[in-house]
């Protein structure tokens, strides 16, 4: 990494540069080096030659603006989407959609070796079923823009709402329920959030929507106990969503980034929509995690089953467990799984989710991960398989040290930082483990983030 006093910069702020793109940054942007210094420019393709302005200097890198791409990339294609550099919420419109898989399949790659000291060939990357309308979960930040209640996606690095109108990656029911939300709001005169002086109701529309059942489970995040008219935002989002399986408040008046209150309030229906996942029966209430796009999800657990190569015998553990859906997908083929997830809400929904699909060998704790695997190991319990799907923070050491501890023949690993992940293969693989298989999954087509399976085996075994 260059660190260097910034005045001995081989740029300077304000210059214009041209510059070879010669790989792109974990968000996407394109990379040159400059006598060692990354350069990063948004919207460049790797093997590109572009004219950009160097606008900021930081610690590690400094960054352009693309000003003229001089040798284009055949990768390069009109964006698909018109907000595209604009929204925050995708990073890959500008290229085709195999330069995107390359540029995801090397970011796990790099990130394997650089991070994890692994020596690993070509990482191979599972592309998504669908590019485009794969998302099921839809967050969208109100905010009052030019006068108007407004809700879209946050620009790039800041939090001023645009506009999006349609998203390209989102299904439709859920662009629907927010522009109706959005018309009540201005018909009833109801009032967007304001971050900066806390003030205002509605702070976030979330939108979830069942792939396979079509139905549609829509809540309002705001900051207070009731909403004006709500009889009239449920009416008018019975008249504008198809199969509108239910409607929620969440209150939600701390500051912060997270989207969703600790309470919530039903407003219609039963509070939770039901979905189909590899055959099995899913119910999903607005705090359970649950993958966002359907058919990738479903690829991606069919693989941890196989990696976790059972044959009816095993005790597997599924830590990180959401509402029990690898766990589920597990326990038609094992003797015994344990879920172990932290969110009450995620946990009642998996131990439903168990009895509705007559699995009778699964059970959940409702606990931290890593406290809870040093609670099983000291239990005694020697699970075959361990699973873990953890968010992007990783693993902690201790947890790490009750899955070692607990010596299962097999680790199989489901991350969505390749970063992290690296991390801690390289301390699972220091204590015993091999790694066998790892593989990219492209969970969110357009966007930066990337999945990655991983599979480890005990080395004596
Ligand atoms: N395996 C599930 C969920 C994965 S997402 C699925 O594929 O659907 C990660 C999950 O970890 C979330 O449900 C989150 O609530 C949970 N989680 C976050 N921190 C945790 C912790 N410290 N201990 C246990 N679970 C945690």
Request: net charge positive.
């Amino acid at each position: 990494m260059f660190h260097v006093k910034q005045r001995d910069y081989p740029v300077r702020l304000g210059q214009v540069v041209d510059l070879e793109i010669t790989g792109y940054t974990s968000e996407g942007q394109g990379v040159a080096r400059v006598e060692g210094l990354a350069v990063v420019v948004a919207g460049a393709i790797r093997g590109e030659t572009v004219r950009a302005k160097i606008e900021h200097l930081g610690h590690t890198a400094a960054y352009g603006r693309l000003l003229e791409v001089l040798r284009p990339s055949p990768h390069r294609v009109a964006p698909g989407c018109p907000h595209a550099g604009r929204c925050g919420g995708c990073a890959f419109w500008h290229m085709d959609y195999a330069e995107e898989l390359h540029a995801k399949a090397q970011r796990v790659e790099d990130a394997l070796r650089r991070i994890g000291g692994l020596e690993v060939g070509p990482v191979e990357i599972v592309p998504s079923p669908q590019s485009t309308g794969y998302r099921n979960k839809a967050q969208y930040p109100v905010a009052l823009v030019n006068g108007k209640a407004t809700a879209g996606f946050f620009r790039p690095r800041t939090h001023q709402v645009l506009d999006v109108g349609r998203c390209r990656i989102q299904g439709s029911a859920a662009d629907r329920a927010k522009e109706t939300v959005v018309r009540w709001m201005r018909a009833c005169g109801v009032s967007a959030y304001d971050e900066k002086t806390r003030q205002g109701l509605v702070r976030h529309i979330y939108v979830r929507t069942a792939a396979v059942t079509g139905q549609v489970l829509v809540c309002l995040v705001v900051h207070g106990d009731q909403i004006p008219q709500e009889n009239t935002l449920v009416e008018n989002l019975l008249t504008s969503v198809d199969n509108l399986g239910t409607v929620l408040l969440s209150i939600h008046k701390k500051p912060g980034n997270a989207v969703l209150g600790d309470s919530f309030r039903t407003l219609y229906g039963p509070g939770y929509i039901e979905d189909q996942l590899c055959g099995l029966s899913f119910r999903l209430s607005p705090r359970s995690f649950y993958q966002v796009n359907h058919d990738q999800a479903q690829q991606l657990y069919e693989a941890a089953v196989a990696l976790a190569g059972l044959t009816g015998k095993e005790t597997a553990m599924d830590l990180y467990c959401g509402t029990g859906t690898i766990s589920l997908v597990l326990a038609r083929r094992a003797a015994r799984v344990i879920g172990v997830e932290i969110i009450d809400q995620a946990v009642a929904d998996a131990k439903e989710n168990a009895l509705r699909n007559g699995l009778t060998n699964a059970e959940f704790r409702c606990a931290d991960a890593s406290q809870a695997a040093a609670q099983l190991a000291a239990e005694g319990i020697r699970p075959d398989v361990i699973v873990v799907d953890p968010p992007r923070k990783g693993l902690d050491e201790a947890g790490m040290d009750a899955m070692v501890q607990m010596a299962p023949e097999k680790i199989v690993y489901i991350s969505c930082d390749p970063a992290t992940l690296a991390r801690d293969l390289k301390y699972l693989t220091a204590r015993g483990y091999r790694l066998t298989t790892a593989r990219a999954y492209d969970m969110f087509p357009r966007c930066a983030h990337v999945e990655t399976i991983a599979r480890l085996v005990r080395a004596d075994a």
